[in-house]
């Protein structure tokens, strides 16, 4: 379907918006992730001109067009592990 998920979830207590669904994986990173945040943080006290250059930017570091594929995007220390050779895993 493209760049998303069928609801919106949380990033710790953060409402994580997933929907609508997007073709575009900068279009869908830079409304439902890094847009999302500057609007819950007031912009981070940057100016106007700051993020759109942070936003320009952005997009072109995103602009690949990657396949959209499932990802597990909570990453935070208490939240990862590796498997071994053996298949044990390793928090």
């Known amino acids: 379907q493209g760049f998303g998920f069928h609801v919106d ?13 997007m073709k ?6 830079d ?9 819950l943080t007031d912009n981070g006290g ?6 759109e250059k942070l936003r320009h930017k952005t997009r072109d570091l995103l602009s690949h067009q990657p396949i959209p594929s499932l990802v597990h ?8 592990s590796f498997c071994r050779d053996d298949g ?3 928090p």
């Open 31 to 39: 409304s439902h992730r890094l847009g999302h945040m500057l609007k």
């Open 88 to 90: 044990r895993v390793v």
């Open 9 to 21: 979830n949380t990033i710790g207590a953060t409402r994580q918006p997933n929907v609508p669904w």
């Open 73 to 80: 995007g909570d990453l935070w220390g208490g939240n990862k």
């Open 46 to 51: 940057f100016s106007a001109s700051d993020i």
């Open 24 to 29: 575009d994986w900068a279009d869908f990173w």
